[in-house]
């Protein structure tokens, strides 16, 4: 990429990887860039219309929708500044997470308003699926209950059980009809555990552990299988290159080729063949917007 980015979101129209916003030393990012993986080139595209980490990003029906996310700080006077001798014309940078929601159609090439989420949530998943895209998990107030958004209506609802665990970090695949979370931070600890939406029933169920816990990391669904790499610990910081592949058909994870550079907050796409994960940062926790990276790796089943 021409910039390094973490937290950035990522979503696919055709053989298109949009990688949007993401996080920096001076705040969210707008920057937003394509990389065709087909020719294998990079390209500009419209900025968003405020910068923004950590939110909920899908594609359907050929255009993209974001979600919640971190918003670029906004500026506000603190109280200290109103007193009597305070520099009452300054101001601070206050970050904050949002419900704000947006659209993109690349025939119009711009960045357009939709219904804002029922309450704030940044770190969540985004999955489409059946012609509605679904928010789960993350952090918020409601984080627990799933959300479905409707682009015909413009409109949000509340469906199916309570998310068992909610949490953030995780990783979020559609597969055969049905949502995936994988992994993730639970009451600030990594997991292992893998839950499964039913968007038609509503309903929860488990699925095959991971063999590892793990947050930060990505996934793809590559061949049939499950394809999960990178992802972060805290306390000592690091970052992990482990690749895990799930047989849907055995339910088994097996190890598969590592990835070269060990990162976390990545965006990762599976298509044409290939598992693609871009940017992330190789330093964890406070380092992360540090040694924030604008590498490609490309894993490749042919």
Do not use: C
């Not at 970050?95 to 949530?121: C, E, F, H, Q």
Request: charged fraction near 20%.
């Amino acid at each position: 990429m021409s910039t390094g980015r973490a937290f950035a979101g990522g979503a696919l129209l055709g053989s298109d990887l949009y990688v949007i916003g993401g996080d920096s030393t001076s705040g969210p990012r707008t920057v937003s860039e394509i990389y065709d993986i087909r020719g294998n080139i990079w390209r500009a595209a419209p900025a968003l219309p405020v910068g923004l980490q950590q939110f909920g990003i899908a594609a359907l029906g050929g255009r993209l929708y974001i979600a919640g996310g971190y918003e670029a700080p906004a500026l506000k006077r603190p109280d200290f500044m109103m007193q009597e001798g305070g520099a009452g014309d300054e101001a601070v940078k206050e970050p904050g997470d949002t419900s704000n929601a947006w659209v993109y159609d690349p025939r119009i090439g711009t960045w357009l308003g939709i219904a804002d989420m029922p309450d704030k949530r940044a770190g969540h998943g985004f999955v489409a699926i059946g012609g509605k895209i679904y928010a789960l998990g993350g952090r918020g107030s409601s984080a627990a209950r799933v959300w479905a958004y409707d682009p015909g209506a413009d409109r949000w609802d509340t469906v199916g059980e309570a998310m068992p665990a909610p949490r953030v970090a995780a990783a979020y695949v559609p597969v055969d009809g049905r949502i995936y979370v994988i992994g993730g931070l639970s009451n600030g600890t990594a997991t292992s555990r893998v839950d499964i939406f039913d968007p038609a029933t509503g309903k929860w169920q488990s699925g095959p552990s991971l063999p590892v816990p793990r947050s930060g990391h990505v996934a793809g669904v590559l061949d049939g299988k499950i394809h999960i790499t990178g992802g972060e610990q805290r306390v000592p910081p690091r970052t992990y290159g482990d690749h895990y592949v799930l047989d849907l058909g055995t339910g088994r994870w097996e190890r598969a080729s590592p990835m070269p550079t060990p990162r976390h907050g990545a965006v990762a796409a599976a298509a044409e063949g290939k598992f693609v994960v871009v940017g992330g940062s190789p330093g964890a926790g406070v380092y992360t917007v540090f040694t924030e990276s604008d590498v490609v790796d490309i894993y490749s089943t042919e």
